[in-house]
Every structure is written in C-alpha cells, then in structure tokens.
C-alpha cells in the first residue's frame, strides 16, 4: 500500500522550533516533489510550502525566512524545519506528496504553538 505518513508534530512555545516529515511508504522508488499544507481550526487550508524533484522551494509570505523545506530521496522523505513559531502558525499539517505514478495526502500532524 502506497502512502505518506507525516510526523513530527506537537507542542511547542512561541519562538520555539519544530521539524516535520513526510515519509512515503510502499511500492514507490522516490519522492518527486511534496507540498505541505496546514488549517488552522475554523479557516480554509493554506499552502505552506513547496518542493520540486529539482530541489526548486516555493513559500508562504506568512512563513518565508522561519521555514525550511528539504527533501531526502534515499529516505523517501520530505521534511519541513520550522523555527521561529508563532501562536498563528497553530494548525494541522498535511504532506501532499508526488510519488510518481501516485499522489498523496497524509493523515496530518498538529502543531500547537502557545505559552
């Protein structure tokens, strides 16, 4: 069974630091490109980030400069570093990943960020 599965969530205070990752499993040779998502209770899901099977990132204007998304293709993984959090950047997140002949969402993964 092909899926991604996201980790990494949880707890955390403002300014704080959290490092997410999607991992495909299966019958799957690689990632090709990721995007995370993430909706906050009540509002519409957002796109956060993403990446490209050339490396290429794309951002936010709401995250630029506080998260960071990678990719690590011998691990079938995509990962999303975020730093700097804010009270707002509470949500669930949710990997969508490109894995070829499949596309992907994963269950999500909350982030609270509070004091």
Same mark, same amino acid.
């Given at each position: 069974? /092909? ?6 969530? !949880? ?14 499993? !299966?019958? +799957? ?5 990721? +995007? ?5 209770? !009540?509002?519409?899901?957002?796109? /956060?980030?993403? +990446?490209?099977?050339? @490396? ?6 709401? /995250?630029?400069?506080?998260?960071? #998304?990678? @990719? ?6 995509? +990962? ?11 949500? #669930? ?17 909350? /982030?609270?960020?509070?004091?």
């Amino acid at each position: 069974q /092909v899926q991604v599965v996201e980790s990494g969530g !949880g707890y955390v205070q403002p300014g704080g630091s959290l490092r997410l990752s999607c991992e495909a499993s !299966g019958s +799957i040779s690689s990632i090709y490109g990721a +995007i995370w998502y993430r909706q906050a209770h !009540g509002k519409e899901r957002e796109r /956060v980030a993403s +990446i490209t099977s050339g @490396g290429d990132t794309n951002y936010a204007d709401s /995250v630029k400069g506080r998260f960071t #998304i990678s @990719g690590d293709n011998a691990r079938k993984t995509v +990962i999303l570093q975020m730093n700097s959090l804010k009270p707002e950047d509470t949500a #669930i997140y949710y990997c969508y990943a490109n894995l070829g002949q499949y596309m992907r969402w994963g269950q999500g993964t909350q /982030v609270t960020v509070s004091s």
